[in-house]
């Protein structure tokens, strides 16, 4: 009975994780596009983004804390919690430092985060990309076609936290897709032809999403500009 009960209670816990994750979403100035396939009833993995219409701004992350199972679930959970509350905050290095600070007065000797955050500027036409142990993604636009490779410590370990910044322009057209290793493990040595092409590589990564979820949690979260 108590082994029936906890696994409801997991598989409840997993349900809300997933009703928490945002919906794709599409207006004049983007295109989101959203996969999440955990490796068990929960995940580790998880991601968010909120749009200022007023200013003209798009920011989020995806993330994927250590392990898989109820521990990463729990700590996903309190993660999310920090990163959403800095989601009103212009995205600095210093901001990330800070969120760094707060998660290795958090979490324990094991465990850490890898994340990837962003922030689009739609006035400015350029995203600012921060990395922190999410060191690859898809992109084609003016300055990236391809795979791309941006170094980028773990977040939750150390301080100050071995981060990196870049800025890039953006425009119409443009193609970013950002991913937890889970998918891109699988796909770095499979990159599709046609990364400009937004529609058939979401259904790509779709595919392998499913393909690869059966050996880790997978996430994805993908950014066209109208």
């Known amino acids: ?3 029936r009960s906890i696994h409801r209670d997991v ?3 997993g349900r809300v994780q997933k009703t928490l994750l945002p919906k794709d979403r599409e207006n004049e100035l983007f295109s989101i596009r959203t996969a999440y396939e955990p490796l068990q009833e ?6 968010n983004y909120r749009f200022h219409a007023s200013r003209g701004i798009l920011r989020g992350y995806i993330s994927d804390i250590t392990g898989h199972g109820i521990g990463s679930a729990l700590n996903s959970a309190a993660v999310r919690f920090i990163l959403d509350e800095e989601l009103d905050q212009q995205l600095t290095l210093e901001l990330v430092e800070k969120i760094n600070t707060r998660l290795v007065g958090y979490f324990t000797d094991e465990t850490f985060v890898a994340s990837l955050m962003f922030e689009f500027d739609f006035s400015k036409k350029r995203a ?3 990395t922190g142990g999410i060191n690859y993604l898809l992109a084609s636009a003016a300055q990236w076609n391809g795979l791309v490779a941006i170094p980028g410590g773990l977040i939750g ?42 529609e058939k590589c979401i259904k790509f990564l779709q595919e392998q999403t499913q393909i690869a979820s059966t050996r880790d949690d997978c996430s994805m979260l993908c950014i066209k500009i109208q």
């Open 157 to 198: 370990l150390f301080e100050p936290a071995d981060l990196n910044l870049v800025t890039v322009p953006i425009q119409s057209g443009d193609v970013f897709y950002f991913m937890t290793d889970g998918l891109m493990d699988v796909i770095k040595n499979n990159i599709p032809d046609q990364i400009h092409d937004f």
């Open 11 to 13: 598989q409840l816990a």
């Open 128 to 130: 600012i990309i921060i």
């Open 42 to 47: 929960v995940s580790g993995d998880f991601y």
């Open 1 to 3: 009975q108590l082994e």
